[in-house]
């Protein structure tokens, strides 16, 4: 599979470049040039594949012509020692938990798979690469996970002081690890800001190979596919009729990444999500994207610290304009809304409901009408461990989520012991790059 930039498309890249050069110089997103038919790898799955095995398969179904099967099992296994779970909750409804992972959330996935392809294609180069991201302690608890035992890849953490999480001392590059953290006395927009200045910068980020570890990069983006093929797998032979997913809007990601795997031949008849400012409905409603209105060469280049994959989305539906209207179902969702479906949730299923995954099932509740057409089934996303949300949880159920051993670490407070920088000393990050830049390849 070949990529291609949402804002030029004459620049075309592989696997490889598209994700050790994770942002195009047009200031657009690498999507896929040309999707491929993986339906008798998809169909082949069943209750039995592992998520490894289905993402090693499915990677290198992807990319056989630039890696081997070998390389492309490597990378899953090492990635995927963990994987979701698929639970009925009544004849026409189930839920995929996300939350499996080492820090409880959907993006363990994505960092995990991101990290290993990386460390993976570097050994092959004989190369190194740092990754760069600001962060408010979440995406530092997944990261410090997936780097523990990796040499070539390093990460440059930028967070306020005093919100790094789940990160040990054994992480720190001073101790051998993978991750350099760096405080600022400031807030997390101007961490964001240090980031944006130093990708801004096209002639560091070569030197230093820099990358972002967020869904800009596709290598975070691509493995979200998955998921959907894996629910499939599990639930295939007990579905008679349409399978539909509801989930959380958030930045766009898990609906781009589920419009790739019907794409790819999964069978899917739909994805319903809360409505938001950018993707509602019309007068008919029909799915409509608002950022269309503005053209691509008025638009700013892609925030590499808090990326939107809303142009991902258009370019998914520029290239297939029927999609937009037959696979995307928006639902306009109330706060009272979720709170009601969260309790509906915890009473006829036992299910502790965050915030968002209160809102998908408030959402497929609205679209009952599209989803019964066909005697549809639906299949609940939820991303997030519901620790992560227990203030919205306890305020309507009146019960606190159960925390696990995992959420528990990952909240544990990191202690860098490294004064905190101020928010335009961007030499001092200069000067951590250059130190990770000289260190040895092993």
Known sequence: ???????????????????LDSLPTDGGLYVPYKTEDLRKWILYAD???SFANLAGTLTSALINREF?????EA???????FEPVVRQLDDRLFIMELDHGPTGTFRDFGVSYLISAMETLLRMEEQKAILL?????ELGACMAHAMRGKKLVKAVLIAPRGKLRGIKEEDFVWNGGGIYPIEVEGTQQDCNNIVRKLFADRELVQKYKLTVANTANIGRLLPQAFFYTFAFSRIKKQVPGDIFYAMAAGNYGNIVSGLLSWQLALPVNGFILPATANLR?????????????????????????DPSNLERLENTFKVSSLMLRNFVYPADVTKEAAEDACRELFVKYKVFADYETSAAYCAAKIRRETVDNDDGTVVLIDRDSPSLDEDFIKRNIGELPPKSDVIQEAFLPAKPDRPAISISDTDYVLSVLNSLNLRRLF
């Open 75 to 81: 990378i899953a296994t090492n990635a995927f020692p």
């Open 281 to 305: 409905t019309d007068a008919r409603g029909n799915a409509i994207v608002m950022d269309s209105m503005v053209a691509l060469d008025k638009r700013n280049p892609i925030d590499p610290s």
């Open 68 to 72: 081997s099967p070998i390389i492309c």
């Open 47 to 49: 209750e039995t594949t």
């Open 1 to 19: 599979m070949q990529f291609v930039s949402t804002r030029d498309s004459s620049n075309i890249v592989g696997f490889k470049d598209a994700i």
């Open 133 to 137: 991201a600001a962060t408010s302690g």
